[in-house]
């Protein structure tokens, strides 16, 4: 839309001046994975507690049915048995989960195990917990239940038809929320447009499918009334409602600890379900109760991205320009909105992509169907927006007939635009984003291969060649969810960190966040390095997260790219403030003239008489035993604790407001080729240029987008959740649900560009690894080697009987 007023830029930028930069941007090995190669990671099932009994599920084969009645007689009389509760047992011991849905939806009852009927295939409706897992499963599989089938809805535009089977009778309807979004004068520019091209799409259902499963170990003490939990959620803190509600107890009793997640890519963030389960058996038993998912429960149960489908249109000039596009969108959130409608808004961080649109519509409908309930898989509900816009940046190109790569140029935000303030008020911080362009055309031989496609072509072979851009923004503002409920309390989006200088030198980090491979601890470490300008070796960034001893907010977690743009500006605040203390205590140890020392190196020195000095250490020791070397006054100790808040504001009655702290961005470029006899497309080459600010560590930013292109590919190419029309979920394990493994995912040129973000202090964005960039190129690629037939795919997933049919010139 235009450039941000230098009123609003002034709000968001923040001072570096405190970094060194000599830890910062060098390829440090991850301190992490020294502990993890070696097999002394602490996973949740690694946790081992005296007396310590297991939980196991009874679970639906029917996606909606009434419960009728359940026979525990068989299951309650397995050796080792020690508690069996159904729903009804549930509700006697508490209220159901709150409701971050509007009205009427806010009426749906949601029980961790299910009360009266089933609403998905998988759903649990009884728990068993005996003395061995053996002997929890064997009880479960024991367990009768009588349920009578009811109709099934599975589609997220035949839930809204009149008479369509009600997931949630209470609720009345099958609509969760509904809102309508208008920016700029798009009536305008569609009825000045030269023409006006159209698309249906559709973005599929899959999951993270992490390595370690969900996972919960749940210790009541009863002598203290407190209640510990391990387990692997991604953002404990943001689910402490839930928890406290669930358990009926006050949030200093509700003890969480995370140490190694084997993965998360959001699908832990709803897993709070068990964590309430296990915990209100463990303080039924007074025994530590254990809960760990199998493949299959965790596939067929656990949580899944939401579909979407799309209609969009958009106003095009002759000349290539897009002026305006208006969407109607459904989101398929599954039986229960435990962590949705969020999806409804959080697209609008990235309301236009990476383009110049001058005003954009979009009518949003959230649906409930008879699916597991849905999360926020990687890229979350970014991925899908960014997917649509892609598709029809390429639908676009070859209905003017000009080149992907130039409709894209024509159309990006330009550098001199920067920061950028989209119509829905975005505020995207920096970049370069047509260098960026140029630049992974270049690498990928862009030119080459289209030369090269069509003398390929003339051989017989089928050469397709994908472009494709993306934004991901980072750190989000949690205002957005009141563009759906103005009701929920619920703002802005904040991160916590202390750091603590020990009295024998050395430093010591907590973080708020629940790191799963993204590096935290080295990072954290290379930031208070620089800041403090002490060596790397000396700084020791805990494991995990311990809501006893780390500083949190309701904001806490890892999750939407946060990590880089907000946890590690509360770990440069904090250290930055003990830098300070320590500054104030060596001036007046060293009786510097005017109070001015510098610290560098581990010592401290006066600036006007470098050879007054001394090390931190005998600074530390005065700081917490020699407390009388003090400047009078000053507390003791060396303590510092920080939580950055980004100046963020709710949305306005238009629903316009900056939703995201960083925007990072990306350029996939990927040449494949089809296999005329499978229609499995294979990957040729592909190339990936990231820009996600100022770099911390080249290593694990490389791993990052490794592994976001693995996802990607793997959505694209390999992982689809395929439902029936009865909600039968038919590839619930890996020998259905094709997972790729190191063999399918080729090789990945890797280029970076730098523009630091003015709007953090370490000037790191997100990674840039959450826009869905890889599924979006690899589509494009796929549906341009099909050009030549007329093909075009409406679908995220690239399937091989689709392929096939438009090979052989059959119908679609």
């Given at each position: 839309?235009?450039?941000?007023?230098?009123?609003?830029?002034?709000?968001?930028?923040?001072?570096?001046?405190?970094?060194?930069?000599?830890?910062?941007?060098?390829?440090?090995?991850?301190?992490?994975?020294?502990?993890?190669?070696?097999?002394?990671?602490?996973?949740?099932?690694?946790?081992?507690?005296p007396r310590m009994v297991y939980a196991a599920f009874a679970r639906s084969p029917y996606a909606h049915a009434k419960i009728k009645s359940i026979d525990i007689s068989r299951a309650a009389s397995v050796p080792g048995v020690l508690l069996i509760w159904t729903g009804e047992d549930l509700k006697k011991r508490m209220r159901?989960?709150?409701?971050?849905?509007?009205?009427?939806?806010?009426?749906?009852?949601?029980?961790?195990?299910?009360?009266?009927?089933?609403?998905?295939?998988?759903?649990?409706?009884?728990?068993?917990v005996a003395e061995s897992r053996y002997a929890a499963e064997d009880a479960a599989s024991q367990i009768d239940v009588d349920y009578e089938p009811l109709p099934v809805v599975v589609d997220a535009e035949k839930a809204l038809e009149l008479g369509a089977p009600l997931v949630h009778d209470e609720v009345g309807t099958n609509l969760i929320a509904h809102v309508h979004y208008k920016w700029g004068d798009v009536d305008h520019y569609f009825q000045h447009a030269d023409m006006v091209v159209e698309g249906k799409f559709h973005y599929h259902r899959f999951t993270g499918a992490p390595l370690e499963p969900n996972a919960v170990v749940a210790d009541?003490?009863?002598?203290?009334?407190?209640?510990?939990?391990?387990?692997?959620?991604?953002?404990?803190?943001?689910?402490?409602?839930?928890?406290?509600?669930?358990?009926?107890?006050?949030?200093?009793?509700?003890?969480?600890?995370?140490?190694?997640?084997?993965?998360?890519?959001?699908?832990?963030?709803?897993?709070?379900?068990?964590?309430?389960?296990?915990?209100l058996a463990s303080k039924e038993l007074r025994r530590p109760v254990k809960y760990v998912e199998t493949r299959t429960e965790n596939l067929q149960a656990a949580a899944h991205n939401a579909e979407r489908t799309c209609y969009v249109s958009a106003a095009v000039?002759?000349?290539?320009?897009?002026?305006?596009?208006?969407?109607?969108?459904?989101?398929?959130?599954?039986?229960?909105?435990?962590?949705?409608?969020?999806?409804?808004?959080?697209?609008?961080?990235?309301?236009?992509?990476?383009?110049?649109?001058?005003?954009?519509?979009?009518?949003?409908?959230?649906?409930?169907?008879?699916?597991?309930?849905?999360?926020?898989?990687r890229g979350f509900s970014r991925a899908p927006h960014l997917f649509m816009i892609e598709r029809m940046m390429d639908r676009i190109a070859r209905k003017l007939g000009m080149d992907p790569a130039e409709i894209r140029m024509r159309n990006l935000v330009r550098p001199e635009d920067m920061p950028y303030m989209t119509p829905s008020g975005g505020l995207y911080d920096s970049g370069n984003w047509p260098e960026g362009l140029r630049k992974a055309l270049e690498a990928a031989d862009y030119?080459?291969?289209?030369?090269?496609?069509?003398?390929?072509?003339?051989?017989g072979r089928i050469i397709g060649i994908g472009v494709v851009v993306g934004s991901d923004s980072a750190g989000p503002n949690m205002a957005q969810?009141?563009?759906?409920?103005?009701?929920?309390?619920?703002?802005?989006?904040?991160?916590?960190?202390?750091?603590?200088?020990?009295?024998?030198?050395?430093?010591?980090?907590?973080?708020?966040?629940?790191?799963?491979?993204?590096?935290?601890?080295?990072t954290a470490a290379q930031v208070v390095a620089d800041v403090l300008d002490v060596d790397y070796d000396d700084i020791y960034v805990q494991t995990g997260f311990d809501s006893f001893t780390s500083v949190y907010t309701m904001h806490s977690g890892t999750y939407g790219s946060r990590f880089a743009p907000l946890g590690l500006s509360a770990v440069y605040l904090a250290a930055a403030r003990l830098k300070e203390k320590l500054a104030k205590i060596s001036a007046y140890v060293l009786n510097c003239p005017g109070g001015d020392v510098v610290i560098e190196g581990g010592k401290a020195y006066c600036r006007a008489d470098p050879q007054r000095s001394t090390d931190l250490k005998r600074i530390a020791r005065i700081a917490y035993g020699n407390v009388n070397e003090m400047p009078p006054g000053m507390e003791p100790g060396l303590y510092s604790i920080a939580i950055f808040r980004p100046p963020f504001q709710n949305p306005d009655e238009n629903k316009r407001a900056n939703l995201a702290l960083t925007y990072s961005y990306n350029v996939h470029v990927v040449v494949v080729e089809?296999?005329?006899?499978?229609?499995?497309?294979?990957?040729?080459?592909?190339?990936?240029?990231?820009?996600?600010?100022?770099?911390?560590?080249?290593?694990?930013?490389?791993?990052q987008v490794h592994g976001a292109v693995a996802h990607g590919l793997a959505e694209a190419l390999y992982e689809k959740y395929q439902y029936d029309e009865n909600g039968n979920l038919l590839n619930s394990n890996f020998v259905d649900y094709l997972a790729p493994t190191a063999l399918e995912v080729?090789?990945?040129?890797?280029?970076?560009?730098?523009?630091?973000?003015?709007?953090?202090p370490t000037g790191a964005k997100g990674m840039g690894e959450g826009g869905g960039t890889a599924v979006q190129a690899v589509i494009s690629a796929v549906e341009d080697a099909l050009a030549p037939l007329g093909g075009e795919l409406e679908e995220s997933h690239a399937d091989p009987e689709v392929i096939l049919r438009i090979l052989k010139g059959t119908s679609s």
């Open positions: 839309m235009s450039k941000a007023s230098p009123e609003i830029i002034s709000t968001y930028k923040q001072d570096s001046s405190a970094l060194t930069l000599k830890w910062l941007g060098k390829p440090l090995k991850p301190k992490e994975d020294y502990r993890l190669v070696r097999g002394r990671g602490m996973f949740v099932d690694d946790v081992q507690l159901p989960l709150p409701q971050a849905t509007p009205p009427p939806a806010r009426n749906a009852i949601d029980y961790p195990l299910a009360v009266e009927k089933v609403r998905f295939q998988g759903e649990p409706v009884a728990m068993v009541y003490d009863e002598r203290a009334d407190v209640i510990t939990v391990y387990c692997n959620n991604q953002a404990p803190m943001e689910w402490l409602p839930q928890l406290s509600a669930g358990l009926n107890m006050p949030y200093p009793k509700v003890r969480v600890v995370t140490r190694d997640i084997g993965g998360g890519f959001g699908t832990k963030l709803v897993n709070y379900v068990y964590m309430v389960l296990a915990s000039q002759r000349d290539g320009t897009v002026l305006a596009m208006k969407m109607k969108c459904l989101d398929d959130d599954g039986a229960y909105a435990r962590h949705e409608p969020a999806g409804m808004t959080v697209w609008a961080q990235v309301s236009t992509g990476m383009y110049r649109l001058r005003a954009l519509e979009n009518d949003f409908y959230a649906v409930f169907t008879n699916k597991c309930p849905s999360t926020s898989i030119q080459g291969w289209r030369r090269k496609q069509e003398e390929l072509r003339r051989q969810v009141k563009m759906y409920n103005p009701g929920l309390p619920y703002t802005s989006g904040t991160e916590g960190a202390l750091v603590q200088m020990t009295p024998d030198g050395k430093v010591r980090v907590t973080l708020g966040t629940s790191p799963q491979g993204m590096g935290h601890e080295t089809i296999d005329p006899e499978t229609g499995m497309p294979r990957i040729l080459n592909y190339v990936a240029l990231e820009d996600s600010g100022r770099i911390v560590n080249p290593l694990v930013v490389d791993g080729p090789s990945i040129s890797v280029l970076h560009m730098e523009t630091p973000s003015p709007f953090t």
